[in-house]
Antibody
């Protein structure tokens, strides 16, 4: 069965960086895009970006351009999201979520599997 | 960016009620529209994809309709497990965008 397992909670000081991992299993890692989404306490869902695990290409939300880096390790079927220059407003639960099948043009199933979430707290 | 607007923001209903949540896109997105349910402390769960296709394992009391800019999620007969927050989201292009959410509460 498809599983996305994220790394544990983090506490960081303002200005620091955080790197969250998302280890996948149960499907062909390089055949599906992967999204990152965050949710601040009591707020809605905010899309951060997407990575194609096959070639490593990325597309980031403009809000996070210059601060976010998404990478992957095909040997361990793991994707990573690193966010730098953290501020208190970055306190949120960060989720990875499987994207569309990259082999299908116009694939419609998106965000069908999610990680359990990683709480990142930014506090001095 | 495509803006997604849900209504209502909150809704009180009783077990057995029929409930409809609407979602409007700021431009046409065809049927690239998904619906999610989220319970406190949990990741969202995909209910409906491509506007009207029921995700595997989701009860048939959930249904979706619409195309272009106007979409609806209907729960035909509310069950206790359905009290949660619901989000719509467009997969037409990037950046992916979500509605602000509809919190469904017990009356």
């Amino acid at each position: 069965q498809v599983q996305l397992v994220q790394s544990g909670a983090e506490v960081k000081k303002p200005g620091a960086s955080v790197k969250v991992s998302c280890k996948t299993s149960g499907y062909t890692f390089t055949s599906y895009y992967m999204h990152w989404v965050r949710q601040a306490p009591g707020q809605g869902l905010e899309w951060m970006g997407i990575i194609n695990p096959s070639g490593g290409s990325t597309n980031y939300a403009q809000k996070f351009q210059g601060r976010v880096t998404m990478t992957r390790d095909t040997s361990t079927s793991t994707v990573y999201m690193e966010l730098s220059s953290l501020r208190s407003e970055d306190t949120a639960v960060y989720y990875c979520a499987r994207g569309p099948d990259s082999r299908i043009v116009g694939a419609t199933i998106d965000f069908d599997y999610w990680g359990q979430g990683t709480l990142v707290t930014v506090s001095s | 960016d495509i803006q997604m607007t849900q209504s209502p923001s909150s809704l009180s209903a009783s077990v057995g009620d029929r409930v409809t949540i609407t979602c409007r896109a700021s431009q046409s997105i065809g049927t690239y529209l998904n619906w999610y349910q989220q319970k406190p402390g949990k990741a969202p769960n995909l209910l409906i994809y491509a506007a009207s296709s029921l995700q595997s394992g989701v009860p048939s009391r959930f249904s979706g309709s619409g195309s272009g800019t106007d979409f609806t999620l209907t729960i035909s007969s509310l069950q206790p497990a359905d009290f949660a927050t619901y989000y719509c989201q467009q997969s037409y292009n990037t950046p992916r965008t979500f509605g602000q959410g509809t919190k469904l509460e017990i009356k």
